[in-house]
C-alpha cells in the first residue's frame, strides 16, 4: 500500500451512528476522511443481527428517538437506504388488568386511558405535559449546537439568554422548573400524579440507561432532558431493518462522499507529537496520518488508552479518570413465533413502546437491587416488537421482541454466568403477567449483560451513554469540566460520541457538533 | 478519643451501680454529684510532632519559644532574635528543616512525568544537581514550591514546603514512576552564614569549597553518610544537610561542637525568617497562598506574579498549568511582586500599599532587618501601579499612612 493510501485529512475512530454522521460531514466540507473500527460490521451499538436464522433484531440500540432531521436531509440518508417503518411509536404502560395507558399524544382516547386509573390524572397529564414541553423549549437552544465557547463574555452572554427565557416561562412555571431541577422524579410524579402506573412508567422514562432510581436527585431534569434531546428528533420512530438499517445508510452515504471504511481495523495508539495529533497506530502496526482525528470511542477510552493522561494536563486527566460510567443496562432479544396476547391491545399498542414498570417502587427496587449488585426479581423494561411495523425482521407470521432492561448491574454478585438464566427467566416470567402465552411462542432468545455489550460494542462499563447522564456530567460538564469544547486537550483531537455533548441516544449530534467544533476551529487559524 | 468513649463508658458504669446500690433500697437520695460527667481532658489538646531534632533543640532552647511548622514543632527563638540573626549573617547558624516535605520520585518514566509535573523540563538536570522549581495547578496557581534534586538518572527527590501527595500521584496517572512521601525518613539541617564552609570542613567534609551552588554530594560525616547541598533560601552561603533521623542528632552534636569555637549557634524560624525576607523571597503561605488553600483565588499567585517567570517553560507542549500560564505569559500578569524598604524605626503592624487613596496591594511579610537598619517588606502589587514608582504609601496598624520606596530583591545581596 502506497504512504499515500494512509494519509488523510481526518481520522475516525469508530462507525458506530456518531462516527458515520462525524465522516459524512467532514467529507460534505470536502475532507478526505477514513473511519477504523474494531468490528467486522458498522453500526457501533446501532447494529442489526440474526438472533437466530432469519430472526433479525437491533442487537442494542433499538429505537430511534432523537435523530434529527437537519441530520437525515443533510447526508441524503433517505436516498442512501433509509426507510422509516414507523415515526410515531406511541408509549404504552402496560397494566396488568388490561387498562393500558397510552401517554405518547394528547388525544381524547389517550387521556381516557390515564383517567381510567385515576380521574384526575388526566388532565394533571394535560398540564404535566404541557410544562414539559415549556422546559424542553427553556433548554432546547443548548442542545442546537455546540455550546459557546468560554471567552470572557460567554457567562455573561448565556445568564442573559437563559434569564430571557426564564422570564418568559413565567413566575409560576418558573418556580416549579427551579423545583424541578434538582429533584427526584418521584418528587415531582407524586407531585403531579395519584396513579401508580403512570408514575411507575414515567419515572422508568426518567431513569432508563441511567444508574438511577426513581428517588434520586436529578432524575426528574433527566426526563426534561431526554424530552429535549427527542424533541430535536422527529419522535420515536424505528428504521425499515433495524437501527442496524440507519447505520448502514449512513455508512453508505459516506462512502458515496468518498468516505473510506476500514472495519477490523482496531486502534491502538493515537499518535501525538508536540501536542498535535499525528494519526493513529493500529493494533497491527499500520500508521494511517492525518491532522485531525475524531473518536467516538468513550473519553476515558479515547483520552487515556488511546492518547495516553500524559498528554494532558494532570487536572484534565483527573477529571477525565473520574467520569462516572457505570453502564447498567441489559439487553433481551427474543425470537417468537406469532405475536403474543396481550390484553385489549389493538395496533396502536402492538406497535407501541412498551413500558413495563407497575409502580415506582417497582423501579425503585430493581435500581436497590443493581446497587447491591444483585438481580431484581422484578424486572421493569421496554419492550418493542419491531416486527409489528418491519413485517421483513422474521419469517411470515413470526416476529421479534427486543428488550431494554435498566438496572442490571455490570458487577453482579456470584458473576453473570451464574445469573444469565435466572434473569432470562425473570423476563419471561414478568412478560408472561402481560401476555400469557408468550413462553410458548419464544422459539430463540438471547440476554446480552452489561459486560458482554462492552466486549461486542467496545461500551466501557458496559455504559450505552458513555457515561452517566446525571446533571454534573451534561452540557458544559460533558465529557468531563474543563473539556466541553475540547480546551485543554490535544490540538487535532476531537470526541464525537455520546461521552460528548449532547450525550447518548441515536441522534448523531455528538458527531454533528464535533465536526463543526473543528471545522470552526480550523477557520480561526 | 479513646478516652472520652472510656469516659462514657465508665459513667455509665457508675450509673447502673448506683441504680442497683443498696444505698437506693435504703431510700437515700442519691448524690447528683454521682452522675456529673467529668470530663477527663487529654494531656494535649492535639498532636505534638516533633522532629528526629526536637530533643536537641529542647536542650538548646532558653526561652521556650516554640512554633509550628507544617504541623511540626520547632524552635522559634533559641536565645535571642538577635544573636541568632547576627550568627547567621556574621558567622553561622544552624537550623532544623526537617518539617520540609520530601518525596522520592522514581522509576522508569521519572522524567517525563516531572516534565508534566513541573513548570521546567528536568532532563537535562545531571546527578546531584538541584533545581529550583514550581508546582501549578491548572489555573496557573503556584501549587507549591520547592527544589528538585536528581539522585539518579531515574531517581529524584521533591523537597517542598507543603503537603501534596494526592496532587503528585494524580499526575502519575499514566506514567512508569513511583510517588512516596519520605517525609518520615529524612532529616534536614541547615548550616547558613559565612563560616558555614570552614565549620564543614572541620566536620569532616572534605573539600566543601568544591560543592557549587545548586550541587549536592554524599559526604561521610563521622562514619555518617550525609548528602549535603548548597541549597537554601537565606541569602549567602547555605548549605542543607539530609541525613537518615536516627543520625540527625549525632550530626547536630558534631556541627555545633566543631562549630562553636567558630560562632556557630542554633538559630530558630524567627531569624531564618528575616534572613529569608532580606534575600527577598516570598513564602507559600505567607505571602501568596497555594492554589489548594487559596479560600479566595485572589490570593493564589502565578509563577509570573513572583518574577519566577525564568522557571516557565512555555515551549515545552504538555505540563501542568501550560494553558493558563500561557494565556498569563501573552497578556502579562496583573500583579507583580515588590519588596519595599521603610524608615520605620521600630516593628509596626503595616497592612494596604496605596497610591494616593487607591489601595493597590497588601504587605505580607515584613520585618526589621538588622543590617540594613530598616523595615523590609515584600508586597504583591497590581502591575499597573508599577509605572508610577513614587508616592507609595503604606498603612500601619496605628491608622496613619507612612512613606514607602521600591526596593530590588534581594535587599541584602550576599555572594
Given at each position: 500500500?502506497?504512504?499515500?493510501?494512509?494519509?488523510?485529512?481526518?481520522?475516525?475512530?469508530?462507525?458506530?451512528?456518531?462516527?458515520?454522521?462525524?465522516?459524512?460531514?467532514?467529507?460534505?466540507?470536502?475532507?478526505?476522511?477514513?473511519?477504523?473500527?474494531?468490528?467486522?460490521?458498522?453500526?457501533?451499538?446501532?447494529?442489526?443481527?440474526?438472533?437466530?436464522?432469519?430472526?433479525?433484531?437491533?442487537?442494542?440500540?433499538?429505537?430511534?428517538?432523537?435523530?434529527?432531521?437537519?441530520?437525515?436531509?443533510?447526508?441524503?440518508?433517505?436516498?442512501?437506504?433509509?426507510?422509516?417503518?414507523?415515526?410515531?411509536?406511541?408509549?404504552?404502560?402496560?397494566?396488568?388488568?388490561?387498562?393500558?395507558?397510552?401517554?405518547?399524544?394528547?388525544?381524547?382516547?389517550?387521556?381516557?386511558?390515564?383517567?381510567?386509573?385515576?380521574?384526575?390524572?388526566?388532565?394533571?397529564?394535560?398540564?404535566?405535559?404541557?410544562?414539559?414541553?415549556?422546559?424542553?423549549?427553556?433548554?432546547?437552544?443548548?442542545?442546537?449546537?455546540?455550546?459557546?465557547?468560554?471567552?470572557?463574555?460567554?457567562?455573561?452572554?448565556?445568564?442573559?439568554?437563559?434569564?430571557?427565557?426564564?422570564?418568559?416561562?413565567?413566575?409560576?412555571?418558573?418556580?416549579?422548573?427551579?423545583?424541578?431541577?434538582?429533584?427526584?422524579?418521584?418528587?415531582?410524579?407524586?407531585?403531579?400524579?395519584?396513579?401508580?402506573?403512570?408514575?411507575?412508567?414515567?419515572?422508568?422514562?426518567?431513569?432508563?440507561?441511567?444508574?438511577?432510581?426513581?428517588?434520586?436527585?436529578?432524575?426528574?431534569?433527566?426526563?426534561?432532558?431526554?424530552?429535549?434531546?427527542?424533541?430535536?428528533?422527529?419522535?420515536?420512530?424505528?428504521?425499515?431493518?433495524?437501527?442496524?438499517?440507519?447505520?448502514?445508510?449512513?455508512?453508505?452515504?459516506?462512502?458515496?462522499?468518498?468516505?473510506?471504511?476500514?472495519?477490523?481495523?482496531?486502534?491502538?495508539?493515537?499518535?501525538?507529537?508536540?501536542?498535535?495529533?499525528?494519526?493513529?497506530?493500529?493494533?497491527?502496526?499500520?500508521?494511517?496520518?492525518?491532522?485531525?482525528?475524531?473518536?467516538?470511542?468513550?473519553?476515558?477510552?479515547?483520552?487515556?488508552?488511546?492518547?495516553?493522561?500524559?498528554?494532558?494536563?494532570?487536572?484534565?486527566?483527573?477529571?477525565?479518570?473520574?467520569?462516572?460510567?457505570?453502564?447498567?443496562?441489559?439487553?433481551?432479544?427474543?425470537?417468537?413465533?406469532?405475536?403474543?396476547?396481550?390484553?385489549?391491545?389493538?395496533?396502536?399498542?402492538?406497535?407501541?413502546?412498551?413500558?413495563?414498570?407497575?409502580?415506582?417502587?417497582?423501579?425503585?427496587?430493581?435500581?436497590?437491587?443493581?446497587?447491591?449488585?444483585?438481580?431484581?426479581?422484578?424486572?421493569?423494561?421496554?419492550?418493542?416488537?419491531?416486527?409489528?411495523?418491519?413485517?421483513?425482521?422474521?419469517?411470515?407470521?413470526?416476529?421479534?421482541?427486543?428488550?431494554?432492561?435498566p438496572n442490571m448491574p455490570y458487577a453482579i454478585n456470584g458473576g453473570w454466568d451464574?445469573?444469565?438464566?435466572?434473569?432470562?427467566?425473570?423476563?419471561?416470567?414478568?412478560?408472561?403477567?402481560?401476555?400469557?402465552?408468550?413462553?410458548?411462542?419464544?422459539?430463540?432468545?438471547?440476554?446480552?449483560?452489561?459486560?458482554?455489550?462492552?466486549?461486542?460494542?467496545?461500551?466501557?462499563?458496559?455504559?450505552?451513554?458513555?457515561?452517566?447522564?446525571?446533571?454534573?456530567?451534561?452540557?458544559?460538564?460533558?465529557?468531563?469540566?474543563?473539556?466541553?469544547?475540547?480546551?485543554?486537550?490535544?490540538?487535532?483531537?476531537?470526541?464525537?460520541?455520546?461521552?460528548?455533548?449532547?450525550?447518548?441516544?441515536?441522534?448523531?449530534?455528538?458527531?454533528?457538533?464535533?465536526?463543526?467544533?473543528?471545522?470552526?476551529?480550523?477557520?480561526?487559524? | 478519643?479513646?478516652?472520652?468513649?472510656?469516659?462514657?463508658?465508665?459513667?455509665?458504669?457508675?450509673?447502673?451501680?448506683?441504680?442497683?446500690?443498696?444505698?437506693?433500697?435504703?431510700?437515700?437520695?442519691?448524690?447528683?454529684?454521682?452522675?456529673?460527667?467529668?470530663?477527663?481532658?487529654?494531656?494535649?489538646?492535639?498532636?505534638?510532632?516533633?522532629?528526629?531534632?526536637?530533643?536537641?533543640?529542647?536542650?538548646?532552647?532558653?526561652?521556650?519559644?516554640?512554633?509550628?511548622?507544617?504541623?511540626?514543632?520547632?524552635?522559634?527563638?533559641?536565645?535571642?532574635?538577635?544573636?541568632?540573626?547576627?550568627?547567621?549573617?556574621?558567622?553561622?547558624?544552624?537550623?532544623?528543616?526537617?518539617?520540609?516535605?520530601?518525596?522520592?520520585?522514581?522509576?522508569?518514566?521519572?522524567?517525563?512525568?516531572?516534565?508534566?509535573?513541573?513548570?521546567?523540563?528536568?532532563?537535562?538536570?545531571?546527578?546531584?544537581?538541584?533545581?529550583?522549581?514550581?508546582?501549578?495547578?491548572?489555573?496557573?496557581?503556584?501549587?507549591?514550591?520547592?527544589?528538585?534534586?536528581?539522585?539518579?538518572?531515574?531517581?529524584?527527590?521533591?523537597?517542598?514546603?507543603?503537603?501534596?501527595?494526592?496532587?503528585?500521584?494524580?499526575?502519575?496517572?499514566?506514567?512508569?514512576?513511583q510517588v512516596e512521601d519520605v517525609s518520615g525518613t529524612i532529616a534536614g539541617l541547615?548550616?547558613?552564614?559565612?563560616?558555614?564552609?570552614?565549620?564543614?570542613?572541620?566536620?569532616?567534609?572534605?573539600?566543601?569549597?568544591?560543592?557549587?551552588?545548586?550541587?549536592?554530594?554524599?559526604?561521610?560525616?563521622?562514619?555518617?553518610?550525609?548528602?549535603?547541598?548548597?541549597?537554601?533560601?537565606?541569602?549567602?552561603?547555605?548549605?542543607?544537610?539530609?541525613?537518615?533521623?536516627?543520625?540527625?542528632?549525632?550530626?547536630?552534636?558534631?556541627?555545633?561542637?566543631?562549630?562553636?569555637?567558630?560562632?556557630?549557634?542554633?538559630?530558630?524560624?524567627?531569624?531564618?525568617?528575616?534572613?529569608?525576607?532580606?534575600?527577598?523571597?516570598?513564602?507559600?503561605?505567607?505571602?501568596?497562598?497555594?492554589?489548594?488553600?487559596?479560600?479566595?483565588?485572589?490570593?493564589?499567585?502565578?509563577?509570573?506574579?513572583?518574577?519566577?517567570?525564568?522557571?516557565?517553560?512555555?515551549?515545552?507542549?504538555?505540563?501542568?498549568?501550560?494553558?493558563?500560564?500561557?494565556?498569563?505569559?501573552?497578556?502579562?500578569?496583573?500583579?507583580?511582586?515588590?519588596?519595599?524598604?521603610?524608615?520605620?524605626?521600630?516593628?509596626?503592624?503595616?497592612?494596604?500599599?496605596?497610591?494616593?487613596?487607591?489601595?493597590?496591594?497588601?504587605?505580607?511579610?515584613?520585618?526589621?532587618?538588622?543590617?540594613?537598619?530598616?523595615?523590609?517588606?515584600?508586597?504583591?502589587?497590581?502591575?499597573?501601579?508599577?509605572?508610577?514608582?513614587?508616592?507609595?504609601?503604606?498603612?500601619?496598624?496605628?491608622?496613619?499612612?507612612?512613606?514607602?520606596?521600591?526596593?530590588?530583591?534581594?535587599?541584602?545581596?550576599?555572594?
Amino acid at each position: 500500500m502506497s504512504d499515500d493510501a494512509l494519509r488523510y485529512d481526518a481520522i475516525v475512530i469508530g462507525a458506530g451512528h456518531n462516527g458515520l454522521v462525524a465522516a459524512g460531514y467532514l467529507a460534505k466540507a470536502g475532507k478526505s476522511v477514513v473511519v477504523l473500527d474494531a468490528a467486522a460490521l458498522v453500526g457501533g451499538a446501532a447494529r442489526t443481527a440474526e438472533i437466530s436464522p432469519d430472526y433479525q433484531i437491533s442487537t442494542a440500540a433499538h429505537l430511534v428517538s432523537s435523530f434529527p432531521r437537519k441530520i437525515e436531509k443533510d447526508l441524503k440518508l433517505s436516498k442512501h437506504g433509509l426507510i422509516w417503518a414507523t415515526r410515531d411509536m406511541a408509549t404504552v404502560a402496560l397494566d396488568r388488568d388490561g387498562k393500558h395507558i397510552t401517554l405518547s399524544s394528547g388525544s381524547k382516547s389517550d387521556l381516557m386511558t390515564i383517567g381510567a386509573h385515576a380521574t384526575r390524572d388526566a388532565d394533571a397529564w394535560k398540564l404535566f405535559d404541557a410544562r414539559m414541553r415549556k422546559y424542553v423549549k427553556l433548554i432546547a437552544p443548548l442542545l442546537e449546537g455546540p455550546l459557546p465557547e468560554m471567552g470572557k463574555e460567554t457567562p455573561s452572554k448565556l445568564a442573559t439568554m437563559m434569564a430571557l427565557r426564564l422570564e418568559k416561562l413565567g413566575p409560576a412555571d418558573l418556580r416549579t422548573f427551579m423545583q424541578l431541577m434538582p429533584s427526584s422524579i418521584a418528587a415531582l410524579l407524586d407531585r403531579s400524579f395519584e396513579g401508580d402506573l403512570i408514575k411507575g412508567a414515567l419515572s422508568l422514562d426518567a431513569t432508563l440507561g441511567h444508574h438511577t432510581g426513581p428517588h434520586t436527585p436529578g432524575s426528574a431534569f433527566a426526563l426534561v432532558y431526554k424530552r429535549a434531546l427527542e424533541a430535536s428528533g422527529q419522535g420515536v420512530g424505528y428504521p425499515v431493518g433495524g437501527t442496524g438499517a440507519l447505520t448502514e445508510a449512513l455508512a453508505t452515504s459516506a462512502e458515496a462522499a468518498g468516505v473510506r471504511i476500514r472495519l477490523e481495523s482496531p486502534v491502538a495508539q493515537i499518535i501525538v507529537e508536540d501536542g498535535r495529533t499525528k494519526g493513529v497506530r493500529l493494533e497491527d502496526g499500520t500508521v494511517f496520518e492525518a491532522p485531525l482525528v475524531m473518536s467516538s470511542a468513550d473519553p476515558k477510552t479515547t483520552c487515556l488508552d488511546l492518547v495516553g493522561a500524559r498528554h494532558f494536563e494532570a487536572p484534565v486527566a483527573t477529571h477525565i479518570r473520574r467520569i462516572r460510567m457505570d453502564g447498567a443496562t441489559a439487553k433481551v432479544n427474543l425470537a417468537l413465533e406469532g405475536l403474543p396476547t396481550f390484553e385489549n391491545f389493538s395496533d396502536k399498542e402492538y406497535g407501541g413502546r412498551l413500558l413495563i414498570a407497575p409502580d415506582m417502587g417497582t423501579v425503585e427496587r430493581s435500581f436497590t437491587a443493581a446497587k447491591r449488585g444483585e438481580l431484581t426479581l422484578e424486572p421493569v423494561m421496554e419492550v418493542v416488537i419491531p416486527s409489528y411495523h418491519d413485517p421483513r425482521l422474521a419469517p411470515m407470521g413470526h416476529h421479534v421482541m427486543s428488550i431494554i432492561l435498566p438496572n442490571m448491574p455490570y458487577a453482579i454478585n456470584g458473576g453473570w454466568d451464574a445469573n444469565k438464566d435466572v434473569l432470562m427467566k425473570r423476563v419471561i416470567d414478568t412478560l408472561r403477567e402481560y401476555a400469557p402465552d408468550i413462553s410458548n411462542k419464544v422459539i430463540a432468545g438471547e440476554l446480552l449483560t452489561p459486560p458482554e455489550l462492552e466486549e461486542s460494542f467496545g461500551m466501557s462499563g458496559g455504559h450505552w451513554h458513555q457515561g452517566n447522564m446525571s446533571f454534573d456530567q451534561l452540557l458544559a460538564f460533558r465529557p468531563a469540566p474543563g473539556m466541553a469544547n475540547y480546551e485543554g486537550s490535544v490540538e487535532g483531537l476531537y470526541l464525537c460520541g455520546a461521552g460528548t455533548h449532547p450525550g447518548g441516544g441515536l441522534s448523531g449530534l455528538p458527531g454533528k457538533f464535533a465536526v463543526d467544533t473543528a471545522l470552526a476551529a480550523e477557520k480561526k487559524q | 478519643m479513646t478516652d472520652r468513649q472510656d469516659d462514657q463508658t465508665l459513667s455509665e458504669e457508675t450509673i447502673n451501680v448506683s441504680r442497683d446500690s443498696p444505698l437506693n433500697g435504703a431510700g437515700v437520695a442519691p448524690d447528683p454529684a454521682w452522675f456529673e460527667q467529668s470530663v477527663i481532658e487529654p494531656p494535649f489538646a492535639r498532636h505534638v510532632l516533633t522532629t528526629p531534632l526536637h530533643l536537641d533543640a529542647a536542650v538548646e532552647s532558653r526561652t521556650n519559644s516554640w512554633t509550628d511548622w507544617s504541623g511540626y514543632t520547632v524552635a522559634e527563638v533559641y536565645t535571642s532574635v538577635e544573636q541568632e540573626y547576627d550568627a547567621l549573617r556574621t558567622r553561622a547558624g544552624l537550623s532544623d528543616i526537617s518539617p520540609l516535605v520530601k518525596y522520592r520520585l522514581s522509576g522508569r518514566e521519572a522524567v517525563p512525568y516531572l516534565d508534566r509535573l513541573l513548570t521546567r523540563a528536568v532532563g537535562a538536570l545531571t546527578i546531584d544537581q538541584t533545581a529550583r522549581v514550581v508546582l501549578c495547578a491548572g489555573d496557573g496557581n503556584i501549587i507549591t514550591e520547592g527544589m528538585l534534586f536528581r539522585l539518579a538518572e531515574e531517581e529524584f527527590r521533591l523537597i517542598v514546603r507543603s503537603s501534596h501527595l494526592d496532587w503528585l500521584e494524580q499526575s502519575a496517572l499514566g506514567f512508569d514512576v513511583q510517588v512516596e512521601d519520605v517525609s518520615g525518613t529524612i532529616a534536614g539541617l541547615s548550616l547558613a552564614g559565612p563560616s558555614a564552609l570552614n565549620v564543614l570542613a572541620s566536620a569532616g567534609m572534605k573539600n566543601p569549597e568544591a560543592l557549587g551552588k545548586g550541587q549536592a554530594v554524599w559526604v561521610q560525616m563521622g562514619g555518617m553518610p550525609v548528602y549535603i547541598s548548597r541549597t537554601g533560601m537565606l541569602g549567602g552561603r547555605e548549605y542543607e544537610l539530609w541525613s537518615d533521623p536516627s543520625d540527625a542528632s549525632v550530626l547536630w552534636r558534631r556541627l555545633l561542637d566543631v562549630g562553636r569555637p567558630q560562632g556557630v549557634r542554633p538559630v530558630g524560624a524567627a531569624a531564618r525568617d528575616i534572613a529569608r525576607l532580606e534575600n527577598g523571597i516570598a513564602l507559600e503561605g505567607v505571602d501568596y497562598q497555594s492554589a489548594f488553600t487559596a479560600l479566595d483565588s485572589a490570593e493564589a499567585r502565578s509563577p509570573y506574579d513572583l518574577s519566577l517567570g525564568r522557571l516557565v517553560d512555555l515551549d515545552r507542549q504538555v505540563f501542568n498549568g501550560r494553558k493558563a500560564l500561557s494565556v498569563i505569559a501573552e497578556e502579562g500578569s496583573a500583579h507583580v511582586l515588590v519588596g519595599l524598604e521603610m524608615n520605620l524605626t521600630e516593628g509596626v503592624v503595616i497592612g494596604p500599599i496605596c497610591i494616593g487613596d487607591r489601595r493597590v496591594g497588601q504587605v505580607k511579610s515584613h520585618a526589621w532587618s538588622p543590617s540594613l537598619q530598616c523595615v523590609v517588606a515584600l508586597a504583591v502589587i497590581e502591575a499597573s501601579a508599577l509605572g508610577t514608582s513614587d508616592g507609595f504609601t503604606v498603612e500601619t496598624g496605628s491608622g496613619d499612612r507612612q512613606p514607602v520606596k521600591l526596593a530590588k530583591r534581594p535587599f541584602l545581596p550576599l555572594i
